[in-house]
């Protein structure tokens, strides 16, 4: 029955705790929403094939804290693949210390022909024998507020079940049943919501409904192509926020990826263009201050565009993709090429009075970003004392520090991390660099290979 349905998936990616929302691998706290990169996966993709748990070590290195769990209505009273994918779904987060949450979708009603009643009565039974397996128990599934998070998606949609009626039923069941609620519940619905236009029902019943929730999430994938995406905040985040910080709710709009779409005329982005409007919607929602966001993507591969590396790797003549040096170096920052340790690097030419190495990010990857997450890693020859520091073109400063790291003489090839949270790269620095790596107390440096990752 699911041979010409496309599956797709949704990744849940919170920002406004911008140091939280690219956790590079360390294991999620499941306390907590925020700064959360959450999958919303719906069973299967053109990859993966259906009723398969993606492969979690992939959303961890992809910095994706963990899933939503789409929980099709179809075969919840009996055994079957929804529970063959949950338990898949489970050991994966254990496995590779991810978090999940469940997501309920109503608009499943209208492919399997079931009648109302009856998905009112299945979902809740559902839940119930949920908790009494002890799910939300489990120190992986997700939580916010103290509460285990559940997510309800397509009430109010035209041309989906449901009245009014039953969705305040279904709510108040999760979030006021005695033993099965005080749930925190989010409601994937309709980009009308606020106003009862477009894609919602107009009943004026589902006010009410649309302002219960905990959060709203509004279905506004596809909505807006790359360049009207501007013009789609205006009209669609904007009252969408104000509305729901009227009421307390949270908010999380999407944004998406168009590779593997199956929306009529959005065609498919080549992959450095596909990351780059990842990031020009994320750039468009930090602006008015979101602090919550959801993505869609329609197959796996896109999970690998939310990342960017840029590289450069040094030499007499270097390696160059998205990173370069400077030309001419600016004073301060002259290297020459040497062969040390076996690999082919640059070095500070002379040491008293070139203390830098100067790099350009490619304005296509990022410029004059609103505070845009990055790592770079630098991988440099161990030999002296002192240290190595960042110093980076931030939203603050043109040449803000990062950490610093120690060198220990261990006369061997080593590499190190960076981690930023508020890049700007607006060629602010000397030749119109956006980063340099600082080598102290007047001594030789030796650096191959630099790395930049953005989301
Ligand atoms: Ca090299
Ligand atoms: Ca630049």
Not at 387 to 414: H, I, M, P, Q
Request: glycine share 10%.
């Amino acid at each position: 029955m699911f041979g010409n349905i496309r599956f797709f998936a949704f990744v849940l990616l919170i920002i406004g705790c911008p140091s939280l929302l690219y956790s590079y691998g360390d294991p999620p706290d499941p306390s907590t929403l925020d700064g959360k990169l959450l999958w919303d996966y719906r069973g299967g993709s053109e990859i993966s094939g259906y009723h398969v748990a993606p492969d979690f070590k992939s959303l961890k290195d992809s910095n994706i804290d963990g899933v939503f769990l789409h929980r099709p209505l179809m075969g919840l009273n009996g055994p079957g693949r929804n529970n063959d994918l949950l338990t898949g779904v489970i050991a994966q987060a254990e496995a590779h210390q991810r978090v999940f949450a469940i997501e309920y979708d109503i608009s499943d009603t209208v492919k399997t022909g079931r009648d109302i009643t009856d998905w009112l009565t299945t979902v809740k039974q559902d839940w119930r024998i949920l908790i009494e397996n002890g799910l939300t128990d489990n120190p992986h599934y997700l939580r916010h507020n103290g509460k285990a998070v559940v997510v309800i998606s397509g009430f109010g949609l035209v041309g989906k079940p449901g009245t009014p009626a039953e969705a305040a039923d279904i709510l108040d069941f999760f979030k006021h049943d005695p033993i099965y609620g005080d749930n925190y519940v989010i409601g994937e619905v309709p980009s009308g919501w606020w106003n009862l236009s477009g894609d919602s029902k107009s009943d004026g019943d589902w006010y009410n409904v649309y302002r219960s929730w905990d959060a709203i999430k509004p279905l506004l994938t596809g909505g807006f192509s790359r360049e009207g995406y501007k013009a789609w905040k205006q009209s669609q985040i904007h009252p969408g926020i104000e509305e729901a910080r009227l009421w307390g709710m949270d908010f999380l709009p999407v944004i998406w990826s168009r590779t593997g779409s199956p929306i009529a005329g959005k065609t498919s982005l080549k992959e450095p263009d596909e990351a780059t409007y990842f990031r020009d919607q994320l750039s468009e929602l930090r602006k008015v201050g979101i602090s919550m966001a959801s993505v869609a993507i329609f197959d796996e591969r896109a999970l690998t565009m939310r990342a960017t590396n840029l590289t450069i790797d040094l030499g007499s003549s270097d390696i160059t993709n998205g990173l370069t040096r400077p030309s001419p170096e600016p004073s301060d920052g002259n290297t020459n090429s040497i062969t040390k340790g076996n690999r082919l690097c640059r070095r500070n030419h002379q040491i008293a009075n070139h203390h830098y190495l100067y790099l350009r990010v490619n304005d296509t990857a990022a410029y004059q970003e609103s505070g845009v997450n990055a790592s770079i890693t630098m991988e440099y020859f161990d030999q002296g004392v002192g240290y190595f520091r960042l110093e980076y073109d931030a939203v603050s400063s043109a040449y803000k520090n990062g950490v610093t790291v120690s060198l220990t003489g261990s006369g061997t090839w080593k590499s190190f991390t960076w981690y930023v949270n508020d890049a700007y790269f607006g060629n602010r620095q000397n030749k119109g660099s956006d980063f340099r790596i600082f080598r102290s107390d007047n001594k030789r440096f030796w650096i191959d290979k630099v790395t930049l990752s953005l989301p």
